[in-house]
């Protein structure tokens, strides 16, 4: 069975820094990829998401994540965040291979911005 | 509609009573998710349908929870003899096909008391 580990529960970054959300996962293939973010009072929006080929995947909002085989990884990247970033990010698996057509999520990593 | 909607948005109600929730899909989606999203916790798989039917319901935490689908449209959550660890944010999400392209509704946050 699948699962997700996101490591850090709450991260603060200055508006402007570069940011990097960890997410590693455990599954016996390859895996389908995806982060999602959570505003307050908002519905979960899709960032990216990895299938196949190119292991860095570009997505929305300027974010980037990378998949990484051999640390079974999948860090969602920012080089420069604003403060409208801040927010709820959930790192999530696929496994259409088994048949499974559900995701596992993540706990989440709520992500802080300051001035 | 444009995106998913869910109805009601909040939702209270007292232990041991029946409650439904409802989903409206993006038009033309034929897949429907249901997850459950407790507080501080990431989403949690409840059930697919692949048009009319219940392709996967394994998340189905116990036999209290069942859902519909009826005309391969709107989707139906009912839970019954509600209990407190029922509250939570419902979810449901729906698209074209399979999971990389699922739309997220805003939720159901149900309160049990």
């Known amino acids: 069975a699948q699962s997700v580990t996101q490591p850090d529960i709450h991260i603060t970054v200055s508006e402007g820094a570069s940011l990097e959300l960890r997410c590693n996962y455990s599954?016996?293939?390859?895996?389908?990829l995806f982060w999602y973010v959570q505003s307050p009072g908002q519905g979960l929006q899709l960032l990216l998401k990895?299938?196949?080929?190119?292991?860095l995947v570009q997505g929305i909002k300027g974010f980037e994540a990378e998949f990484k085989r051999s640390q079974s990884s999948f860090n969602l990247r920012k080089p420069s965040v604003h403060w409208s970033d801040a927010a709820e990010y959930f790192c999530a698996v696929g496994a259409p291979r088994t048949g499974a057509n559900n995701l596992f999520f993540g706990t989440g990593t709520r992500l802080t911005v300051i001035p | 509609g444009a995106g998913v909607s869910q109805t009601p948005s909040n939702k209270v109600t007292e232990k041991g009573k029946y409650v439904e929730l409802r989903c409206d899909p993006i038009s033309g989606h034929t897949a429907l998710y249901w997850y459950r999203q407790s507080l501080g916790q990431g989403p949690e798989f409840l059930i697919y349908f692949q048009g009319t039917g219940a392709a996967d319901d394994s998340g189905l935490p116990n036999d209290r929870f069942f859902a519909v689908r009826p005309e391969g449209s709107v989707s139906t959550l009912k839970i019954q003899r509600t209990e407190r660890g029922d509250s939570a944010v419902y979810l449901c999400a729906s698209s074209l096909s399979g999971p990389d392209e699922a739309f997220f509704g805003q939720g159901t946050r149900l309160t049990v008391v």
């Open positions: 599954y016996g293939a390859t895996p389908y």
């Open positions: 990895y299938f196949s080929g190119d292991t």
